[in-house]
T-cell receptor
Framework: GDSVTQMEGPVTLSEEAFLTINCTYT??????LFWYVQYPGEGLQLLLK?????DKGSNKGFEATYRKETTSFHLEKGSVQVSDSAVYFC???????????FGSGTRLSIRP | KAGVTQTPRYLIKTRGQQVTLSCSPI?????VSWYQQTPGQGLQFLFE???????NKGNFPGRFSGRQFSNSRSEMNVSTLELGDSALYLC???????????????FGPGTRLTVL
């Protein structure tokens, strides 16, 4: 069945460091891919998405490129801030289904 | 435009009781989905409702049920609560109408259920 695998956390970085959170997926067809972020005590917020191969999603300095050949959708940011501390979820949804399948989440902590 | 609202935000119940959680979608959204989030199992899909009909269902026992009203508001019910039902229950809404993969889901803040 469909699945999403993302790197284990927690990830701890210093402010202004470069961030990569790896995400790979298994799915038939051409799913849409998403990154969601969850701040402490809150629900999920859509961070960015990509709906077809080679699409790049971007928002708030975060980017991820839909790589069909490597079935990956890695999240990157050039310079992280303390306010980026949160849990990040990679997710997919197949075009023929409506449910979202989430990865296990990666907790990110940024030190000032 | 107001976001997805969920009530109550926190709930404490004891084993064997039942509970009802409520979700009000974004105005104009007709699809509501429910997810359970636990530290051990992560985020798992419960069910989706569209125009008062259940359109998809996840792999949960029959103790978990839901419904949607004509104004798109949704409720989920859990009967005969077990300790393992302690979780954050998230509701998400989207315009709906199709299962297009470009339809973005917007999540509410969740209801934190604790079963003692």
């Amino acid at each position: 069945g469909d699945s999403v695998t993302q790197m284990e956390g927690p990830v701890t970085l210093s402010e202004e460091a470069f961030l990569t959170i790896n995400c790979t997926y298994t799915a038939t067809g051409y799913p849409s891919l998403f990154w969601y972020v969850q701040y402490p005590g809150e629900g999920l917020q859509l961070l960015l998405k990509a709906t077809k191969a080679d699409d790049k999603g971007s928002n708030k300095g975060f980017e991820a490129t839909y790589r069909k050949e490597t079935t990956s959708f890695h999240l990157e940011k050039g310079s992280v801030q303390v306010s980026d501390s949160a849990v990040y979820f990679c997710a997919l949804r197949r075009s023929s289904a409506s449910k979202i399948i989430f990865g296990s989440g990666t907790r990110l902590s940024i030190r000032p | 435009k107001a976001g997805v609202t969920q009530t109550p935000r926190y709930l404490i119940k004891t084993r064997g009781q039942q509970v009802t959680l409520s979700c009000s979608p974004i105005s104009g959204h007709r699809s509501v989905s429910w997810y359970q989030q636990t530290p051990g199992q992560g985020l798992q899909f419960l069910f989706e409702y569209f125009s008062e009909t259940q359109r998809n269902k996840g792999n949960f026992p029959g103790r978990f049920s839901g419904r949607q009203f004509s104004n798109s508001r949704s409720e989920m019910n859990v009967s005969t609560l077990e300790l393992g039902d302690s979780a954050l229950y998230l509701c998400a809404s989207r315009p709906g109408g199709t299962t297009s993969s470009t339809d973005t889901q917007y999540f509410g803040p969740g209801t934190r259920l604790t079963v003692l």
